[in-house]
C-alpha cells in the first residue's frame, strides 16, 4: 500500500502561482511514477503530467505545458507540481497519483485532493 498526502493548493489570480506537493509513504521502493489530474465541477478528471520515478521523465497535457513543471524529489517520495501562468480554466480538485509495479503487476494509489481555485 502507498499512502498520498496532498498539499500547496489555494486560491490565486489569474497569471499567479502555485506549488502543489505530494509526499508518498508505505511501500514506496515499487514506485514506477506518479503523476497529477484535476477534475474540475462537472467534468471528467484529465491528466495533468507525470514522471517517471526512475528516470524523470515528464508527460504534460497541452493544456499546461508551458505553463507547469512537475518535479520529484526521491529522497523524500515527493513529487511537486509548479503552476505558473494560472487561468481560471485551471480551476479544479487536484488529485496526485502514484503507480507501482510488483512483478509483472502495477497498482495505482490515489490522494484526497486538493482545491485549486484561480479567480479573473
Known amino acids: 500500500q502507498v499512502q498520498l498526502v496532498e498539499s500547496g493548493g489555494g486560491l490565486v489570480q489569474a497569471g499567479g502561482s502555485l506549488r502543489l506537493s505530494c509526499a508518498a509513504s508505505?511501500?514506496?521502493?515499487?514506485?514506477?511514477?506518479m503523476g497529477w489530474f484535476r477534475q474540475a465541477p462537472g467534468k471528467e478528471r484529465e491528466f495533468v503530467s507525470a514522471i517517471s520515478w526512475s528516470s524523470g521523465s515528464t508527460n504534460y497535457a497541452d493544456s499546461v505545458k508551458g505553463r507547469f513543471t512537475i518535479s520529484r524529489d526521491n529522497a523524500k517520495n515527493t513529487v511537486y507540481l509548479q503552476m505558473n501562468s494560472l487561468k481560471p480554466e485551471d480551476t479544479a480538485v487536484y488529485y496526485c497519483?502514484?503507480?507501482?509495479?510488483?512483478?509483472?503487476?502495477?497498482?495505482?494509489?490515489w490522494g484526497q485532493g486538493t482545491q485549486v481555485t484561480v479567480s479573473s
Open positions: 508505505g511501500r514506496t521502493f515499487n514506485l514506477y511514477d
Open positions: 497519483k502514484a503507480r507501482t509495479v510488483v512483478v509483472s503487476s502495477r497498482y495505482a494509489y
